[in-house]
């Protein structure tokens, strides 16, 4: 499905017949860059999004000390093979942590663009090229090292860089929001007719939940409302009908939304109670589906066990008469 090379800093995977896949999410685990284990992680059909989407992440994170911190920029590049000028690259500064192991682009290409009929440049021979280009700023092994200072000297250069990444790919966002909607502003930010009582009574239930969002782009500011709404709407679907896959992007879009600036604690404590209860509704199902199929075997002994009873009532039933005169003599 894909092959690799590895050049410094800079990792490069080819995805292969890339219009066959069929998985949501594709995964390239276990390469090396400034001694530190990587993975990929894209979504060729998107992340809920008409977009593909692709996401760098710590491997095997949870093996790691507990405290652990790699404050890192990088850079994941979709190469346009006839035109490395039309490639498309995004960039980010962001603190890999236990609760942010993974971060990354949810509308990094259109699918129309990628799939068009005349290839774009973007899959040639069915073949999608991704280059990761990653250093490794500062490093917190755990609790061992002085956690506190790390924190307070990177909080700085995150609140600098951490909405920059985002900037060049927010504005088919903003068309998306726009067309063929009346903006209405909300706490200084520009929603959609459609949005707008759900984003005042979000402010209302949280009303400083955006107060550390300093970017004054309002493309920028609504494509963090849209990520916002698409999570709540995820929340509020059937537990048994959401999959694995929706819960990791989930945990995603907590992550981005935290690492842009906004308190959402709230919807992270909701997203946990959500997993717990999807837990306890698959557990439930696979205990009801055993007892059905108890109760099955059960009712079936009872209706031949009942069909035993009838027999033996009819047996007894003719054998109990009593004689006649005739009879006795």
Request: hydrophobic fraction near 40%; glycine fraction near 6%; include cysteine.
């Amino acid at each position: 499905m894909a092959s690799e090379e590895a050049d410094n800093n800079k990792f490069t995977w080819v995805i292969k017949d890339f219009s066959s896949l069929q998985s949501r999410r594709i995964y390239f685990d276990g390469f090396f860059i400034g001694g530190y284990k990587w993975r990929l992680i894209a979504f060729p059909k998107g992340a809920r999004v008409d977009c593909l989407s692709l996401f760098l992440g710590v491997a095997d994170h949870e093996s790691l000390p507990l405290g652990w911190r790699w404050n890192t920029k990088f850079s994941l590049k979709v190469v346009n093979q006839f035109s490395e000028e039309s490639s498309i690259l995004r960039e980010a500064t962001v603190w890999f942590d236990q609760k942010t192991p993974f971060f990354g682009f949810m509308k990094i290409l259109p699918l129309a663009k990628l799939h068009s009929n005349d290839g774009g440049g973007f899959l040639v021979n069915d073949e999608l090229k991704i280059v990761a280009e990653i250093n490794v700023l500062q490093v917190i092994l755990g609790e061992s090292d002085d956690a506190s200072e790390g924190s307070q000297e990177a909080s700085q250069p995150m609140k600098k860089t951490k909405m920059e990444h985002y900037g060049s790919r927010s504005s088919d966002l903003h068309k998306e929001t726009q067309v063929g909607n009346r903006t209405v502003d909300i706490n200084g930010f520009q929603v959609s007719s459609s949005q707008v009582a759900y984003v005042r009574w979000i402010f209302e239930k949280h009303p400083d939940f955006a107060s550390k969002v300093r970017s004054n782009s309002q493309n920028l500011k609504s494509s963090y409302i849209n990520a916002l709404l698409g999570l709540i709407e995820t929340l509020c679907q059937l537990p048994e009908k959401l999959s694995d896959d929706d819960l990791d992007e989930a945990s995603a879009v907590v992550s981005y939304l935290t690492q842009v600036g906004f308190k959402v604690d709230w919807l992270e404590k909701k997203l946990e109670e959500v997993k717990e209860t999807k837990k306890k509704v698959c557990t439930g199902k696979a205990e009801l589906e055993h007892m059905e199929e108890e109760f099955k075997i059960l009712n079936k002994k009872c209706l031949e066990l009942k069909d035993l009873v009838e027999k033996q009532n009819e047996d007894v039933t003719a054998a109990n008469v009593a004689l006649s005169f005739d009879d006795v003599v």
